[in-house]
């Protein structure tokens, strides 16, 4: 006589992701310039699991597979993103002086429209990338001033099909698209110390998510199983960090993104160090 059985397992995963990008940026008129980001990632995974096989009415445990520790690396070519960049406006905000002349004031609106290319140069299986064509137009408008300057950019991200949109390895699905914005100012603190802060909300659309959920036994164990649904969820995030010019051509940056809240599977903080040669 059969038994039902139950698969009882417990794993471990942690994936660490560090990336080296180098960007060029050349301005091809004065109103429009092109961009080529060219990333360098470097991937790691740590799995450990084990299982046991337990009768699914009484819960007596009948088999243990003995816990396997996996650990893997490699490093290669991220996606590449390919940006086109047009200004759209840029003129001086007026006042006026006491006998009603127009006159420039020191903060401009600037508007600017940006195309984004993803190219899929990444090995999507190594956490190399998302293994598939992106194209991301969006909105850029920002207000300068003397010492705070407020921004907004908005968009909306498409994506081609990939492995990382499904469940089984033999099958590709759409990557989800994104509706996103961020709001945020640059504060000069100095003629050579800008600090900026963010607030970026990226809302996923139907994107698969893997999710557990309880369920209980006819003898009153509980035990969780997994499930695949398709969720329009939001993803927002913050980040703070500065610029400082250091040489006259040679300048810093620093900046720091931490998420606020648990949606998505993403970093608790990421940190980014940079260095911009301006010729």
Same mark, same amino acid.
């Not at 001086?92 to 290319?117: E, I």
């Given at each position: 006589?059969?038994?039902?059985?139950? *698969?009882?397992?417990?794993?471990? *995963?942690?994936?660490?992701?560090?990336?080296?990008?180098?960007?060029?940026?050349?301005?091809?008129?004065?109103?429009? $310039? /092109?961009?080529?980001?060219?990333?360098?990632?470097?991937?790691?995974?740590?799995?450990?699991?084990? /299982?046991?096989?337990?009768? +699914?009415?009484?819960?007596?445990?009948?088999?243990?597979?003995?816990?396997?520790?996996?650990?893997?690396s490699s490093t290669g070519p991220g996606d590449g993103i390919a940006r086109f960049k047009a200004n759209?406006?840029?003129? =001086?905000?007026?006042?006026?002086?006491?006998?009603?002349?127009?006159?420039?004031?020191?903060?401009?609106?600037?508007?600017?429209?940006?195309?984004?290319?993803?190219? =899929?140069?990444?090995?999507?299986?190594?956490?190399?990338? !998302?293994?598939a064509f992106g194209v991301k137009p969006f909105l *850029?408008?920002?207000?300068?001033?003397?010492?705070?300057?407020?921004?907004?950019? /908005?968009?909306?991200?498409?994506?081609?099909?990939?492995?990382?949109?499904?469940?089984?390895?033999?099958?590709?699905?759409?990557?989800?698209?994104?509706?996103?914005?961020?709001?945020?100012?640059?504060?000069?603190?100095?003629?050579?110390?800008?600090?900026?802060?963010? %607030? +970026?909300?990226?809302?996923?659309?139907?994107?698969?998510?893997?999710?557990?959920?309880?369920?209980?036994?006819? $003898?009153?164990?509980?035990?969780? /199983?997994?499930? %695949?649904?398709?969720?329009?969820?939001?993803?927002?995030? !913050?980040?703070?960090?500065?610029? !400082?010019?250091?040489?006259?051509?040679?300048?810093?940056?620093?900046?720091?993104? %931490?998420?606020?809240?648990?949606?998505?599977?993403?970093?608790?903080?990421?940190?980014?160090?940079?260095?911009?040669?301006? %010729?």
């Open positions: 006589m059969s038994l039902p059985g139950l *698969i009882v397992a417990n794993a471990y *995963i942690n994936v660490k992701v560090n990336q080296v990008t180098a960007h060029f940026t050349y301005g091809l008129t004065h109103w429009l $310039d /092109a961009s080529y980001a060219f990333p360098i990632v470097t991937s790691s995974a740590t799995i450990r699991g084990g /299982a046991v096989l337990r009768e +699914l009415l009484t819960g007596q445990s009948l088999v243990a597979l003995p816990t396997q520790l996996v650990q893997l759209l406006l840029s003129r =001086p905000t007026r006042g006026k002086t006491a006998g009603g002349t127009a006159v420039p004031q020191s903060r401009k609106l600037k508007v600017a429209l940006a195309l984004d290319f993803r190219l =899929p140069t990444g090995d999507e299986f190594d956490y190399h990338g !998302a293994g *850029i408008a920002s207000m300068t001033n003397k010492v705070v300057s407020p921004h907004l950019n /908005a968009g909306f991200q498409w994506n081609g099909s990939s492995y990382l949109a499904s469940q089984y390895p033999t099958d590709k699905r759409h990557l989800p698209g994104q509706l996103f914005y961020a709001a945020g100012f640059d504060a000069a603190m100095s003629p050579r110390l800008t600090v900026a802060f963010d %607030f +970026l909300d990226q809302m996923i659309i139907s994107g698969q998510r893997t999710l557990l959920r309880p369920f209980e036994t006819s $003898d009153g164990s509980r035990y969780s /199983a997994i499930y %695949f649904d398709d969720i329009t969820r939001h993803e927002y995030n !913050a980040s703070a960090g500065f610029k !400082a010019k250091v040489l006259s051509a040679v300048v810093v940056t620093g900046n720091v993104l %931490f998420r606020l809240n648990q949606t998505g599977l993403r970093a608790r903080i990421a940190p980014l160090v940079g260095i911009s040669y301006l %010729f």
